[in-house]
């Protein structure tokens, strides 16, 4: 730490305090191009102890709705409970500043009715993220709105970044559209989005209700589009180039595309480049559900990402979907490098596994067995082992099951777990340096001892209502055991 920021010089940290006070960091770090020093002195305010512990965290945001917000409702918040606890400073930081900004506020909120709003928070998608937030907690706008905001914010930024980045796979152009309820129908079907689709696996969701309920439903949904405000009918649309069907994808949207065969949410698309469609998030979660004849459990929203999906799962069971926002880091989706982050994590979240989840009556049961083989007791397995293990319980807890798409759900539920099991084998007869006979100990083992106990109670306990039950015979047990053993 410096001495610039050290306590005893109050008065050089109050003037970079006047500095900051309106800045985002990457304003920071460019106007310091002029001086190393300073440059160095803008880093370390952002990221030293003195900025997290920074005594404005005391105070707290004053709301227009007479509703006090201190820095620990704020980080304790559900959206922001698996989020950075430096980037949840440095965000309520800007929201305490924003705040005291004369006319900044509403002015946000006054350009929400406009029909372009989203290219006037575009323009400074920074302090429209900050905004948003407080609007949030304010009860101007809701959560498909904020997710909304903050999806078109970070895509605007995408756009800027992406342009001097040297990715191969790279987001070009960016459209966000306001539909009107004259055109929403046809939009959707040509975005892909059930239930306005043909029924087949391309379009995930063919476990439906029928065409008689669907036409209701429909006629239903587009009687009370128009009721929706503008931020909740805009659509957006980016686009990512090149799109080249090659084996490894670089990133996730055209995995999903080639290998996956969906065609949820994927519009224009060629070798060259391909158009993705972000639909508002409530609108997607309730066609999905009204779609499915097992319906869709609530979605875990959030900012951030957190590792820790027992945390996530704790409370219930719907699929943790991430906001796409520039104010929260997040990874890339599985093991993909190229894209936008924030934009392909959504994309991956909302057109991809909802849909595979509404088409699914037991991702319920999945997930607790998931979350079970997680809090497996492993210490008498191999070290070698353990990754392993984890990444096969992580990947029953994701519920990524394609096979519901082509299979009726009881034989589907087994397809899947074998599929899961056999990646389990490979992973540990190719990669632990285990001797033939400890593989075969570790797996006879593990069956024994973890996962036919844990099926047994799960089964045994399995909630109904989502529909068609697995069964769990002594036949399905021996086909599990020898069967994999063999692979």
Known sequence: MTSAINSRDSCNFSALNHVFSFLDHEQVSRAAGISRIFKRVADEFYNSRIFSNYAMYQSPLSLSSDCIIYYENFSNHPLFISTKEIEKK??????????????????????????????????????????????????????????????????????????????????IKIEPKIISEDDIAEYLTISGIPPFTKNSPEYI?????????????????????????????????????????????????????????????????????????????????????????????????????????????????GRPVTAASMLFEVPYAHLFIEGSKSLSMLMHDITYHLPLEANNPHVNILKKIGVKLLEADLSSFPEKTLKFFKQFAEKILDCEANSYKFKNPKKAFWLFFKESFRELTRNICFFSELAQDEQLSC?????????????????????????????????????????????
Not at 126 to 133: H, R, V
Not at 139 to 156: G, N, R, S, T
Not at 293 to 299: I, M
Not at 443 to 467: A, Q, T, V
Request: aromatic residues 14%; glycine residues 4%.
């Open 90 to 171: 440095k965000v309520f930081f800007h929201l305490l500043r924003v705040q005291s900004a004369n006319g900044k506020y509403d002015k946000f909120l006054i350009d929400l009715e406009s029909d372009n709003w989203f290219e006037i928070y575009g323009k400074n998608p920074f302090e429209s993220s900050i905004l948003s937030i407080i609007a949030f907690f304010d009860k101007k706008i809701d959560l498909e709105e904020l997710f909304a905001i903050h999806a078109v914010c970070e895509a605007y930024h995408s756009l800027k970044k992406q342009s001097s980045e040297k990715n191969k796979v790279k987001v």
């Open 205 to 317: 969701i063919i476990n439906r209700k029928t065409d008689e309920e669907l036409c209701k439903i429909k006629e239903k949904f587009i009687e009370d589009f128009k009721k929706r405000s503008k931020v909740k009918r805009t659509f957006l649309e980016y686009t990512l180039s090149p799109f080249t069907p090659v084996k490894g994808s670089l990133a996730a949207e055209p995995a999903i595309y080639y290998r996956v065969e969906s065609r949820v949410g994927f519009i224009e698309v060629n070798e060259d480049k391909a158009t993705i469609v972000l639909p508002p998030i409530g609108l997607a979660v309730h066609l999905f559900r009204s779609t499915s004849k097992f319906g869709l459990e609530d979605p875990n929203f959030m900012f951030g990402y957190s590792s820790d999906v027992n945390e996530i799962y704790k409370y219930k069971m």
């Open 443 to 487: 797996f006879n083992e593990y069956i024994n001892k973890i996962l036919i106990p844990i099926f047994r109670d799960m089964l045994e306990n399995f909630s109904m209502d989502r529909g068609v039950k697995p069964e769990l015979s002594q036949k399905q047990i021996d086909d599990l055991y020898c069967h994999i053993l063999q692979k």
